[in-house]
């Protein structure tokens, strides 16, 4: 709601069995989607879509954030620059991967945090 408050459209896909994940798990999905998401706020071109996706599957939760790039390289005085840092220390201390940059004029933000408390439903 509020990427889409701040003009971006949401284009959301969560794959339900994600709430099965245990709460460290849930947790550092979120945490990754927050800042994300505030990245994409704060740089994005106004009016771009950001696009979310949430996946599990028996090897783990599986996170990917995608926000347009601008046109020109923005600097925000409000940032610390420690965001993803602190996401990919967060996301290696589980055993998962952890990658942020540009990709086609997009910033991609995935990782892949995993699980062995997961039992998927068939």
């Known amino acids: 709601a509020t990427l889409e408050d701040a003009g971006h459209p949401v284009r959301l896909v969560v794959n339900p ?25 704060r740089y994005s071109p106004k009016g771009s879509p950001v696009d979310i996706t949430l996946g599990v599957d028996d090897a783990g939760a599986h996170v990917q954030v ?4 601008p046109a020109q390289a923005r600097v925000d005085p409000n940032s610390t620059g420690s965001g993803l840092l602190g996401l990919r ?9 952890f990658a942020a940059g540009e990709v086609d004029a997009h910033w991609v933000v995935e990782a892949d945090v995993p699980t062995s408390d997961v039992t998927l439903s068939t």
């Open 89 to 97: 220390e967060r996301v290696e201390l589980t055993n998962g991967s």
């Open 17 to 41: 069995e994600i709430d099965r994940l245990d709460a460290t798990s849930q947790k550092t999905l979120a945490r990754i989607v927050r800042e994300a998401a505030t990245n994409a706020m």
């Open 66 to 69: 995608i926000n347009q790039l």
